[in-house]
């Protein structure tokens, strides 16, 4: 089993910045994705960016210029620097690792438990 425990979340008014953390423990060989999505109410779950283990990043293009992912691979650690955020940024954040927990076994994706953050205007 895999837990992922998330932190960094809050309010900040619009132009601010934020830092979400989001680390993975537990029966852990190999992490392969880590990535961040949100969901703003009434609407679906949508996803921001990824970052494979070899550090290949994929960015929305609703965000690429202003939030950017990192990952610390000996903390299993993925982390998502959000700047200049706007009203519309509101939402809850939730990250996603792909974990393989044994060499030759499949590949498990696991959701963190999400952190709210509210920009104001």
């Known amino acids: 089993q895999v837990q992922l425990v998330e932190s960094g979340g809050g309010m900040v008014q619009a132009g601010g910045s934020l830092r979400l953390s989001c680390a993975a423990s537990?029966?852990?060989?190999?992490?392969?994705?880590m990535g961040w999505y949100r969901q703003a109410p009434g609407k679906q779950r949508e996803l921001l960016e990824t970052?494979?283990?070899?550090?290949?990043?994929n960015y929305a293009d609703s965000v690429k210029a202003r939030f950017t992912i990192s990952r610390d691979n000996a903390k299993n650690t993925v982390y998502l620097q959000m700047n200049s955020l706007k009203p519309e940024d509101t939402a809850v954040y939730y990250c996603?690792?792909?974990?393989?927990?044994?060499?030759?076994?499949?590949?498990?994706?696991?959701w963190g438990q999400g952190t709210q953050v509210t920009v104001s205007s």
């Open positions: 537990g029966s852990i060989f190999s992490i392969i994705d």
């Open positions: 996603n690792v792909k974990v393989r927990t044994r060499y030759d076994g499949p590949v498990y994706n696991y």
């Open positions: 970052i494979t283990n070899v550090g290949n990043r």
